[in-house]
């Protein structure tokens, strides 16, 4: 390590830092939906000022990964098998239009990119861990919406990327056979790569509506 790594400081705000330790513990479930977030013992547990807790709590609220009550509230929101609805289709059309774009756009260095994201996946899920094979489903399709170069639609995406990290965590933990999840996205790479744009916008738009209606039926079972 050299002498500049090792005096590197994190120069990020604190209310960005403290976002996202608050975001981690969200999408990992120690702050489970429902929790309140009290802003006088967050702000002692994280060592910032009220101010700047507020500051990283609205920058999640943006994000739609914490609610705020009556202006004096903070809490998890609960996820509901509408919210899982909305997710889908939204997040279907989205991905839909970024596969066609690729697959229409396609250059050596996007297909590379592309190629080393669903790699990425496959190691993820022959190491048979839950949250990497997240991690990198969520990462393999930011790497679609990436190489189409459209830069609305990467900003548009990029705003809805919390709650469909959230999302995955929760359907991807109904999975029981991880192998599916190569199985259900190799078609879609495979398309992008061939040019075929009506199939892999189709593919790509409707891959994970089974898994959106297994999340949808388990929050209503959840929900009673």
Do not use: C
Not at 11 to 30: C, F, H, M, T, V
Not at 50 to 66: D, K, P, S, Y
Not at 88 to 115: F, K, M, N, V
Request: charged letters at 30%; aromatic letters at 4%; glycine letters at 4%.
């Amino acid at each position: 390590m050299s002498l500049s790594d090792a005096i590197k400081v994190d120069r990020r705000p604190l209310d960005r830092k403290a976002a996202d330790i608050l975001r981690e513990q969200i999408l990992s479930g120690r702050l489970p939906p429902g929790h309140r977030l009290v802003e006088t013992a967050l702000a002692s547990q994280l060592e910032v000022s009220r101010g700047t807790l507020r500051a990283a709590l609205r920058a999640l609220a943006h994000e739609e990964l914490v609610d705020q009550v009556a202006y004096t509230k903070w809490v998890v929101p609960e996820i509901s098998d509408q919210d899982a609805w909305e997710l889908y289709t939204l997040r279907g059309s989205l991905e839909g239009l970024a596969a066609r774009l690729a697959a229409q756009r396609r250059t050596a260095q996007s297909l590379s990119a592309l190629d080393a994201a669903f790699d990425r996946l496959v190691k993820a899920v022959e190491a048979e861990r839950h949250p990497d094979v997240a991690e990198a489903d969520l990462a393999l399709h930011k790497t679609i919406v990436a190489i189409t170069g459209h830069r609305r639609l990467i900003a548009q995406y990029r705003l809805l990327e919390q709650q469909v990290r959230r999302y995955i965590l929760l359907s991807n933990a109904l999975i029981v056979d991880l192998k599916q999840m190569i199985a259900e996205h190799e078609p879609i790479v495979r398309s992008i790569a061939a040019g075929e744009t009506e199939r892999a916008e189709r593919l790509a738009r409707d891959h994970n509506a089974p898994e959106a209606e297994k999340a949808a039926a388990q929050l209503r079972r959840e929900l009673g």
